[in-house]
């Protein structure tokens, strides 16, 4: 419960600082400017994640069969070649945002890198060290850009990048200082010992699915942001972003659980007990997001125009309210995916990532050419709920749980009481 607790601390401190980032980018940046730095974070986001074929949650699936020594050269060397291809298809289809190729291509193998050593660290349980990577990557941000803004002077999107560049050097080195040691340690190794070509076999193998299940994703909650700059300008874009950058800050709490939860499962070999975890992590995670959406809820239009942003963002609480339904259902729906990637059943995630990408694109054409960002939002909502409805169904039919198994009981409650207690 402390390294819960800890990890869901340790992304809210940074989820503020974020928010506190995103009002002044507003400021400096303009509508438009944030709306070409949310594509540009996207497209490194979709970069990274085909970079994490070898170099991301398949880092700590594979730990608890490999040395983290046979999986350490594979991960690096991947990451350059994985940047290389995304940046590549991305300039094929015009995702790419123009001028800035050379930039997405390198600081998404510095994020990807750092991306590895945190998951190093996560299946090694350095939770301290695995969350110092994200306060690093997340926190010195806020600091760099108000230092580049207004100590250097420098105002653009450009500053950003420098930014960007800092941070990411920095959690870089130090997320691997803290690796070191893991990585020169010479124990007894009891696990069995396999040729490259096998583990490079299982670990594509692995990889493949969960990085088409991570792009799959990642294009059904940054795809909008393509389509709205094809029907409505780069403005939009703007307006769409930092909405849902307020939106989706209550996802710290289903991320930090995801992470635990994920550890969790992968350690263990025993259905029922697999099963119990995400049950349990599903119910809190539910509630925690539901309340934390209610708040931003009751948040009036004239907070956003007149104190947080600027008369530029008129219709912020219309695009919160279109993706209020679908920022709980995905909040719930990556549990039961962490439970599929660490039980071996990761095709199952696949599935429904392409699930919710094909509810996106249907619902999206049809939606944002009529209502523009509030269409944009509604399709995403509905492209959130497809994914749920699908990964409860197959979470039911592969655990042999009941749908009444998903309403809290006096027994998880007095589980999570138990776990106050003890670590009081």
């Known amino acids: 419960m402390k390294a819960l607790l800890g990890t869901i601390g340790t992304r809210y401190l940074i989820a503020v600082l974020n928010l506190a980032l995103i009002f002044i980018n507003a400021k400096v940046l303009g509508v438009e400017g944030v709306g070409l730095v949310g594509l540009i974070v996207a497209a490194i986001g979709i970069s990274t994640i085909v970079c994490g074929i070898l170099a991301g949650n398949t880092i700590v699936y594979f730990m608890n069969r490999y040395s983290i020594q046979s999986i350490f050269l594979p991960s690096y060397c991947w990451t350059p070649i994985g940047a290389g291809i995304a940046c590549g298809c991305m300039a094929l289809v015009g995702l790419l945002p123009e001028g800035y190729g050379i930039d997405i291509y390198i600081l998404s193998i510095l994020n990807s890198l750092i991306a590895a050593n945190s998951r190093f660290l996560l299946g090694r349980n350095h939770i301290w060290g695995f969350n110092l990577t994200f ?16 100590g250097l002077n420098q105002q653009g999107v450009t500053a950003y990048l420098y930014g960007l560049y800092i941070t990411y050097g920095i959690a870089f080195l130090v997320s691997l200082f803290l690796l070191l040691p893991f990585l020169t340690r010479k124990g007894v190794n009891n696990r069995p010992e ?22 799959a994703e990642t294009l059904t909650t940054r795809l909008n942001y393509f389509l709205i700059k094809r029907f409505a300008g780069l403005s939009s874009v703007g307006l769409l972003d930092a909405g849902t950058k307020i939106s989706e800050s209550v996802w710290h709490i289903n991320r930090s659980i995801g992470f635990i939860e994920y550890s969790r499962v992968a350690q263990t070999v025993d259905p029922l007990e697999q099963k119990l975890i995400t ?29 947080l942003f600027s008369p530029e963002f008129v219709g912020m609480r219309e695009v ?10 995905f909040a719930g729906n990556s549990i039961l995916s962490q439970y599929f990637i660490g039980s071996g059943k990761i095709r199952y995630s696949a599935y429904c990532s392409f699930i919710g990408l094909t509810s996106l694109l249907c619902s999206g054409y049809l939606l944002i050419p009529l209502f523009g960002i509030i269409g944009s939002a509604i399709s995403t909502s509905i492209a959130f709920c497809a994914m749920l409805t699908y990964s409860v169904t197959i979470f039911c039919q592969k655990t042999g749980c009941r749908l009444q198994e998903f309403r809290i009981s006096k027994e998880d409650i007095q589980f999570v009481l138990n776990k106050f207690k003890r670590d009081s």
């Not at 306060?135 to 108000?146: D, E, K, R, T």
């Not at 809190?284 to 104190?307: K, Q, R, S």
């Open 135 to 150: 306060v690093l990557q997340g926190g010195l941000l806020f600091f760099a850009l108000l230092w580049i803004y207004y």
């Open 194 to 215: 396999h040729s490259l070509y096998t583990l490079l076999k299982e670990m594509f193998q692995y990889g493949l699915w969960g990085s088409a299940d991570n792009v």
């Open 279 to 307: 049950l349990r992590f599903f119910k809190f995670t539910l509630c925690a997001v539901l309340l934390a959406t209610g708040c931003i809820l009751l948040i009036p239009e004239w907070i956003y125009t007149d104190f």
């Open 320 to 329: 919160i309210t279109g993706l209020s339904v679908g920022i709980v259902a």
